[in-house]
């Protein structure tokens, strides 16, 4: 009873199930932002009207989150989830395994740009590599510090700086890049035939 009466009072809106609790700070923002409106002077919005708003602005991972950071005495902080692959790695599987590693999009672009050992700041990989999100590319960079490829510097300086620099487990890796550079060179012609036309060459 407790619990809900701190939420009511400060939370913008509670999900639970099919049902949305409107806290007294959410009504308070809401006729803020959507003053009552009238037609012909008559007809107010109605509940649905305003459920559906609170539904659009609020999901209901992230209240749950901040319940169960208030239940454990946390602060009232949503963080984002974190992804989590659906498939398991097939251990019995080589090759599968190394896939795992540089898999993903950038990742064998990242050890490439940082092969010759010199190290990097964030901000010099996303020049690098302007196609990348840089979300996303953070995201991968966290993952290969995490898997041993690379290495994460931090300098205790104001403002702060960091660099990345390759693992001798990820020099390990950079044969394998050379093979599929090479491999790419020479069926350059299946990329014209296959993205020719879609890039106007």
Same mark, same amino acid.
């Given at each position: 009873?407790?619990?809900?009466?701190?939420?009511?009072?400060?939370?913008?809106?509670?999900?639970?199930?099919?049902?949305?609790?409107?806290?007294?700070?959410?009504?308070?923002?809401?006729?803020?932002?959507?003053?009552?409106?009238?037609?012909?002077?008559?007809?107010? @919005? %109605?509940?649905? /009207?305003?459920?559906?708003?609170? =539904?659009?602005?609020?999901?209901?991972?992230?209240? =749950?989150?901040?319940?169960?950071?208030?239940?454990?005495?946390?602060?009232?902080?949503?963080?984002?989830?974190?992804? /989590?692959?659906?498939?398991?790695?097939?251990?019995?599987?080589?090759?599968?395994?190394?896939?795992?590693?540089? *898999?993903? @999009?950038?990742? %064998?672009?990242?050890?490439?740009?940082?092969?010759?050992?010199?190290?990097?700041?964030?901000?010099?990989?996303?020049?690098?590599?302007? *196609?990348?999100?840089?979300?996303?590319?953070?995201?991968?960079?966290?993952?290969?510090?995490?898997?041993?490829?690379?290495?994460?510097?931090?300098?205790?300086?104001?403002?702060? =700086?960091?660099?990345? @620099?390759?693992? *001798?487990?990820?020099?390990?890796?950079?044969?394998?890049?050379?093979?599929?550079?090479?491999?790419?060179?020479?069926?350059?012609?299946?990329?014209?035939?296959?993205?020719? %036309? @879609?890039?106007?060459?």
């Amino acid at each position: 009873m407790y619990l809900f009466d701190f939420l009511n009072d400060n939370c913008v809106a509670i999900a639970s199930g099919s049902e949305t609790h409107v806290g007294k700070a959410g009504a308070c923002w809401l006729s803020h932002q959507n003053p009552p409106q009238s037609y012909n002077g008559n007809i107010s @919005k %109605s509940s649905t /009207e305003k459920l559906f708003i609170y =539904r659009k602005i609020i999901r209901y991972m992230e209240i =749950r989150q901040l319940l169960t950071n208030f239940a454990i005495g946390k602060k009232n902080i949503i963080e984002p989830m974190a992804y /989590e692959k659906k498939i398991p790695v097939d251990l019995d599987c080589p090759l599968r395994l190394t896939m795992s590693l540089i *898999e993903s @999009k950038w990742k %064998s672009c990242i050890l490439d740009e940082l092969r010759n050992g010199q190290p990097l700041r964030p901000s010099e990989i996303h020049k690098c590599l302007p *196609e990348a999100a840089p979300r996303v590319l953070d995201i991968q960079l966290k993952e290969m510090v995490e898997d041993g490829l690379i290495t994460k510097t931090i300098y205790p300086e104001l403002p702060p =700086r960091s660099e990345y @620099k390759i693992t *001798e487990l990820g020099q390990s890796l950079v044969p394998i890049i050379d093979q599929m550079l090479k491999w790419g060179k020479e069926h350059f012609y299946i990329f014209e035939r296959k993205y020719g %036309s @879609k890039y106007g060459k």
